[in-house]
Nanobody
Framework: QVQLVESGGGSVQAGGSLRLSCAASGYTSSTYCMGWFRQAPGKEREGVAAIDSVGKTNYAYSVKGRFIISKDDAKNTLYLQMNSLKPEDTALYSC?????????????????????WGQGTQVTVSS
């Protein structure tokens, strides 16, 4: 059974940094697309970043240049380095994954494609 467990959330002041981790078990991350989503109260879920099996990444415009998605296949762990955080980044961040062919580009913006989800970790950025 596939399980995703996030960690690393917390409270930080604007301009600060946080690093989220997502530990995966039950599958090999190299054959999956993996992504980070976030959802703030009263807002739709947003695809923040995605990474495919060969390491190609894509980002939402709102975080491009500030966030970096990466993965360690040996550890089956996905990361999201978040820099220059803003109050509008405050949300529940979740990692997610779906099976994809090796080398296939990932779809970042459609959560319906993602089969597996973690419980989420809260990120709060104060001004």
């Amino acid at each position: 059974q596939v399980q995703l467990v996030e960690s690393g959330g917390g409270s930080v002041q604007a301009g600060g940094s946080l690093r989220l981790s997502c530990a995966a078990s039950g599958y090999t991350s190299s054959t999956y697309c993996m992504g980070w989503f976030r959802q703030a109260p009263g807002k739709e879920r947003e695809g923040v970043a995605a990474i495919d099996s060969v390491g190609k990444t894509n980002y939402a415009y709102s975080v491009k240049g500030r966030f970096i998605i990466s993965k360690d296949d040996a550890k089956n762990t996905l990361y999201l380095q978040m820099n220059s955080l803003k109050p509008e980044d405050t949300a529940l961040y979740s990692c997610a994954a779906y099976s994809a062919s090796y080398g296939a580009s990932c779809v970042r913006s459609n959560p319906a494609l993602y089969t597996y989800w973690g419980q989420g970790t809260q990120v709060t950025v104060s001004s």
